[in-house]
């Protein structure tokens, strides 16, 4: 991501969406595709890979997600900014998104727990928005030809020729080949305690976790610690984990080799592994599945899923541009079997997209490890798979019986 700062004059024509006075502003795709509109938010330049969001809610909890580092988010709801911001449902310590891209901002917001607008926000941390631009050509003209990099300029910097400005978009690195854990990661390791009495204790390695996921372990009794993504298997171990837990996060699942040698001692370990979003895609390819960048993503709260085993439909939400290569019918060998010989034994795919196929979770039947592509922890979006919480409860339970059955015998 590039970030310009620039002046914060004012021009002196009044915005046709608020009345406020804005700057001109200016969005480039990377095919030449172009939409003029006016700032929203900081003042400069911003490059990244343009993606659409289609919530109608939770704005908030979407530009803190560190899974949108590098990425500037279109929303497809017409209208953002009606709740303000607040202090209470941020998902990290900032906000994580390249740039923003709105048709109507809020005039004002209208919330009790409103502390302040969202554009005083995005102003604040420096991020370079646009609105006034029609957002329902721009989906459908990144669901046609798919995600694709996109800069947003506006103040001087809109002031260069369309040229100029194709030129520094095309220069901007690709998603593809991307690792960007190390980005987003926490800098130190933290504990996350457990609410009421402690039951389990859990390594969650930080590849861009959001607040909401140890909350809610934490709600169940469980101690999380919370580690870099450089973290080695030593120090998960010496956590003394009933359980291991891979987080959401940015870029490419192909590039990240470090953390999938980490997975595969977790897996020979055979310790219980709960795996979202980017821990589902490294989980993948430690069993030797491929992985692949998606035409322009899932982003937003609506997803339908189905759990194979049951044929239960559950509502969802997503946030990811990568997804697993695997086979949807039947239980297989892990392809890492028969090329390293390792004994991971059978996988299969558990949930699905309705929409378009793709793999939405991943079971080990013969480890206790298991993931998903979509986020059970949700906080502004459907609840339907908080379950999956209570399955990880499961096998560390069963984990530790068998382990109380064998001291006593």
Sequence with gaps: ????????????????????????????????????????????????????????????????????????????????????????????????????????????????????????????????????????ALTRHLRERGAMRVGIFSGEQAAHSDAELLATVQQAPAMSGAALAAEVTTAEPYVVPAVGEKRFTVAALDLGIKAMTPHLMAERGIEVHVLPCTATFADIQAVHPDGVFFSNGPGDPAATEHEIGVL??????????????????????????????????????????MDKATGKVEVTAHNHGFAVDAPLDGPVPAPSDAASGT???????????????????????????YSVQYHPEAAAGPHDAAYLFDRFIDLMTTRAAGADTEGRA
């Excluded at 004994?343 to 206790?368: F, I, Q, T």
């Design 343 to 369: 004994a991971y034994g059978r996988v299969r795919v558990s949930h699905v997209c309705l929409n378009d196929d793709v793999v939405e979770g991943l079971e080990c039947l013969d480890l206790p490890a």
């Design 1 to 136: 991501m590039t970030v310009t700062a620039a002046s914060t004059a004012t021009s002196t024509t009044p915005s046709r969406i608020t009345g406020q006075v804005r700057e001109p502003a200016v969005l480039v795709l990377e095919d030449g595709r172009t939409f003029r509109g006016e700032a929203y938010g900081a003042v400069g330049e911003t490059v990244g890979e343009a993606v659409f969001s289609t919530g109608m809610t939770g704005y908030q909890e979407t530009l803190t997600d560190p899974s949108y580092h590098r990425q500037v988010v279109v929303m497809t709801a017409p209208h953002v900014g009606n709740t303000g911001v607040n202090d209470e449902d941020g998902e990290s310590r900032r906000i994580w998104v390249a740039g923003y891209v709105v048709r109507d901002p809020a005039l004002r917001p209208s919330n009790w727990r409103s502390r302040r607008t969202l554009e005083d926000e995005l102003r604040e941390q420096g991020v370079v928005g646009i609105c006034g631009i029609d957002t329902r």
């Design 264 to 305: 595969r001692e977790v897996l020979a370990a055979r310790l219980p592994f709960f795996g979202i979003c980017f821990g589902n895609q490294l989980l993948g390819r430690a069993l030797g599945f491929g992985t692949y960048k998606l035409k322009y993503g899932h982003r937003g709260i609506n997803q339908p899923v």
